[in-house]
């Protein structure tokens, strides 16, 4: 099972987890693994292309899932998935 | 300035006393950050820390870049403000409280929103920018500008309880060009899905500890002391302490300067977010208009698609139905009679409305212009304002 991390932005979809154990041998397998799980997130992870949208990033332990296999970058059981959408507040 | 020409005089060698005895850290060092210049885009949240410790640690020549002016709910996190600024242009507020910290150093503030028109023109005079500003456009654009003209941008960011920090555009020692944000995102969020913190709050202290390590950045980058937190993207959780650093990596595909670089000055920024693309227009209804509706005795609909949290704090005696469930609490809308729509301050349900037009088909649906708060302001100023 590999430990993903819920950013503060859509826990208000996963009842407030900020930590999911989910299975699954890539990165798609596990986003559709937690998705069917908390189908809300759904919109959020997954575009009509059956991709990750470009405003968030997914990382395989520390690196980019775009400098591996993009959503087939395979997924170990010690493995971490850190979903990190943009975010701009800073100012007011 | 070349800095090993600066010099300091006795009062500021006792004042940077503690920074010139680190030995990796020394006069020199100091030296660069007398000559530096840094321009802080944003004197809010972020910019408060920031500029507060660039100030102390003696940066000569600061820019300080907001339009905005203090107001009392600024207080619980833009720490350069007290009571006495409320209603001053934060500027003119920083300056003040930044000039009696540190009387050695160099302010020029400029009391404007940064656009396409003046951007390069502003960040021109300066080696560093750091960018402490809250929404996409003004993210995007102050990416390109430093892309553009080959500034560092100190990139720091929060929502809620999320932190994000990194370095931009920099130069390593070998020559290397680091990633910029248009690496790490290609392209904003739809507007609306993430809200401001205007609309979706941040815990006070969180800019104080990403506005602190971006300063941080900003020193490091000047003085080179240290590795700069370029190609690598920080997070932090402040509910559950995680903190991550993550490698990231220029992309061919950057339309400023990867491979076929197709962006070679600034755009419009709004439309490129899709702030401008939000245009149909919808039914409004202001404050002063439902207040009459309710003395009439119209008979309609209100419904409030603000959380319950805020709902607690104030609320006009709407139905509740939080943006995010309006969808599945479609059937609780009525059909035939008038129905406003109403949030904090317009935004959300402006965003309910399209979103029931388009999938459902309604054509009865009114916004409340400047949400809760206009209602308070121009109705009842009795109302919690929050």
């Not at chain 2, 023109?121 to 560093?128: F, N, P, S």
């Not at chain 2, 990633?179 to 709050?201: F, I, T």
Request: proline residues 5%.
């Amino acid at each position: 099972m590999a430990t993903v991390f819920i950013p503060t932005p859509l826990r208000k979809f996963t009842n407030q987890t900020s930590k999911v154990e989910v299975s699954g041998n890539t990165v798609m397998e596990v986003i559709q693994t937690l998705t069917s799980t908390y189908p809300p997130l759904q919109r959020h992870l997954i575009n009509a292309d059956g991709k990750v949208p470009s405003f968030i990033n997914i990382f395989v332990d520390d690196d980019d899932i775009r400098n591996l296999q993009q959503e087939q970058t395979a997924v170990k059981s010690n493995t971490i998935v850190s979903i990190v959408p943009a975010i701009a507040g800073g100012s007011k | 300035m070349e800095h090993y020409t600066v010099t300091f005089s006795k009062e500021e060698l006792a004042r940077y006393n503690r920074h010139i005895i680190i030995p990796e850290f020394g006069l020199e060092a100091q030296q660069k950050l007398k000559a530096a210049k840094v321009l802080v885009i944003g004197s809010g949240g972020l910019g408060s820390p920031l500029l507060l410790y660039l100030a102390a640690a003696g940066v000569g020549n600061i820019g300080i870049v907001d339009f905005d002016v203090v107001d009392d709910s600024n207080l619980q996190r833009q720490v350069l403000f007290g009571v006495e600024s409320v209603g001053l242009p934060k500027v003119e507020g920083a300056k003040k409280r930044l000039q009696s910290l540190n009387p050695h150093i160099n302010l020029t503030v400029y009391n404007t929103q940064i656009t396409s028109k003046n951007a390069i023109e502003l960040i021109k005079g300066y080696d560093v920018v750091a960018d402490g500003t809250d929404n996409f456009p003004t993210r995007y654009l102050i990416n390109d500008a430093c892309v553009l003209s080959g500034k560092v941008n100190v990139y720091a960011s929060i929502f809620q309880f999320e932190g994000q920090l990194s370095v931009f555009n920099y130069t390593n020692a070998n020559g290397e060009l680091g990633p910029n944000y248009r690496d790490l995102y290609a392209a904003p969020p739809p507007p609306g899905l993430v809200p401001s913190c205007a609309e979706g709050g941040v815990l006070g202290v969180l800019p104080g500890i990403i506005g602190s390590l971006q300063a941080l950045e900003v020193i490091k980058v000047i003085t080179g002391v240290g590795d700069v937190l370029s190609g690598r993207f920080y997070s932090f959780d402040a509910l559950t302490f995680e903190s991550r650093t993550f490698k990231i990596r220029r992309n061919p595909s950057n339309p400023l300067n990867g491979d076929n670089p197709t962006i070679k000055e600034l755009i419009d920024y709004e439309q490129f977010c899709g702030v401008k693309a939000v245009e149909r227009k919808i039914k409004e209804i202001d404050a002063v208009e439902l207040h009459e509706w309710e003395t009439s005795g119209l008979d309609y609909q209100i419904i409030d698609v603000r959380e319950p949290h805020e709902y607690q704090i104030v609320n006009i005696g709407a139905e509740l139905i939080p943006l995010g469930s309006i969808v599945d609490n479609v059937a609780k809308i009525d059909r035939k009679r008038k129905v406003v729509v109403q949030c904090k301050t317009g935004n959300r349900s402006g965003k309910a409305i399209r979103e029931l037009e388009d999938k459902f088909g309604f054509e009865n649906l009114y916004n409340l212009k400047g949400g809760i708060l206009g209602y308070i302001r121009d109705v009842k100023p009795e109302l919690t304002a929050y």
